[in-house]
């Protein structure tokens, strides 16, 4: 019994950390924190990514993601990114905006 409880309460847990995307796709429960209106992941203009010989360049604006207050440049690992559900740039960025923990890319040729 104390297992089937345990089970149920780590299933629920890790369904209340994780959010989904706008279209609909769950971001991975270590990427986001929050919800869907306060959590940091989320979509990115597809006109802050470049893809580089390093990897991606991400340029956020204020506006561009609800954490950013300032301009960031990150350089991302191509090895590094994720699958978008949805054929969109999202990321997410935790424990604050100048941390990118996870990011999400559409597949290349999308």
């Given at each position: 019994m104390r297992s089937i409880l345990a089970g149920v309460m780590i299933a629920f847990a890790s369904s209340v950390s994780a959010h989904?995307?706008?279209a609909g796709?769950?971001?991975e429960p270590f990427c986001c924190n929050g919800d869907n209106h306060t959590g940091d992941c989320q979509m990115?203009?597809?006109k802050s990514v470049k893809?580089?010989?390093r990897g991606y360049r991400v340029t956020?604006?204020?506006g561009d993601h609800r954490l950013v207050t300032?301009?960031?440049v990150f350089m991302l690992p191509m090895t590094k990114a994720m699958q978008?559900?949805?054929?969109e740039y999202h990321l997410c960025?935790?424990?604050?905006?100048?941390?990118p923990r996870c990011f999400y890319a559409p597949e290349m040729g999308y």
């Open positions: 989904d995307a706008p796709w769950s971001y990115i203009p597809s893809v580089t010989p956020l604006l204020p300032r301009a960031h978008s559900g949805d054929g960025l935790f424990p604050n905006e100048d941390t």
